[in-house]
């Protein structure tokens, strides 16, 4: 099937062992330490990302760069199969003139969704580059929560949005979640703060 078994069976150990979750499903980012869980998409700039400066949020100042895929500091980690809904919440408060900040689905081809900040103020958006497509909310709060509810059996991911963490509303087209073999990882969701204008801009916190 081009793909991991839905059933493997487990070999006996012998050894017994309660059932546990191998991944970390919640993380709210009061621990003095990013959980293993999390991977950063390039070597990291230390100096522009924070568990102690604003305690109880993940802090990413942006770092200029030309996009999503160029950026760096974006944190990531596998989400799990064959269904997973990942929700952050952010505050895009700090956020400075051409800083984009949000949820992304990492692979080739990539999509996002969150707030674009340019000087007439907050915009939320989503962008799909398998044909470069955007779509807009009617409303960008500065305090919002952000989901990708992704079906890998479907291979398609749905983009929405929150006022209140509880009331999600879609906002653009499925993505679909190719698999390919220019980057090898898959699909990875991700944490994002850059900016387009050329310079350092402000700061998101999660």
Known sequence: LRKA????????TGHAQ??????????DFDAPKLNPVWQWNHVPDDSKWSLTEKP?????????AADFWTAR??????????ECTATVELDA???????????AL????YAWIGLVKS?????????????????KA??????????????FDTEKAVFAWSADGKDFAPLGEPFTMVFQLTTFQGVRVALFNYNTAGGPGGHADF
């Open 56 to 64: 109880g949020v993940l802090r990413l100042h942006s770092l200029p």
């Open 106 to 109: 990492l692979s080739s081809p």
């Open 18 to 27: 309660a059932p546990a979750p191998p991944f970390v499903r919640s993380d």
């Open 119 to 135: 000087a007439e103020g907050l915009s939320l958006q989503t962008f799909d580059q398998t044909d470069r497509r955007t779509a």
């Open 138 to 151: 009617p409303a960008s709060p500065v305090r919002l929560w952000l989901r990708a509810a992704c079906n």
């Open 73 to 82: 500091n974006s944190l990531t980690q596998r989400p799990p199969g064959p």
């Open 5 to 12: 078994p839905n059933t493997w069976v487990k070999p006996d």
């Open 93 to 103: 408060s700090g956020l400075a003139a051409g800083d984009t900040a949000g949820l």
